[in-house]
C-alpha cells in the first residue's frame, strides 16, 4: 500500500534519534521523546486550500523539523508514519 497526501499534506518517517553524541558521550533520557526531525515520504500537490493558494516547499526525501505536538500517526506495513500539514514543518535541514 502507498499513502499518497491531498492538498498541503505531507507524510514524514521520523528520523531515530542518537542516543550518543559523534565524540561518544550517551545522552541519557534521548529514548524517552520522539524526535521532531523526520524525512518527507510524500507530499500533495498544493493548490488551493482554504481559499488560499499553497505553494509546496518540501519535496520527497527532505529531512525536515516539524511541531511537536502535531500531525496524525499512521500504521502501514509495520512502518509509522505522520502526517502533517505543511505549514506544521518549520525548517528544512540542509547539510
Known sequence: ??????GDKVV?????????TKSG????????????QAEVIAAGPGGMVDGKE???????GDK???SKYSGTEVQ?????Y??????DIV?????
Do not use: F, H
Open 12 to 20: 514524514l518517517k521520523q528520523l531515530i534519534a542518537e542516543a550518543t
Open 54 to 60: 499553497v505553494k509546496m516547499e518540501v519535496k520527497v
Open 1 to 6: 500500500m502507498k499513502l499518497k497526501p491531498l
Open 64 to 66: 525536515v523539523i516539524y
Open 76 to 80: 502501514l506495513d509495520d512502518e509509522t
Open 91 to 95: 525548517a528544512i535541514i540542509e547539510e
Open 82 to 87: 505522520i502526517v502533517v500539514k505543511q505549514n
Open 25 to 36: 558521550i550517551v545522552i541519557p533520557g534521548a529514548e524517552k521523546e520522539k524526535p521532531q
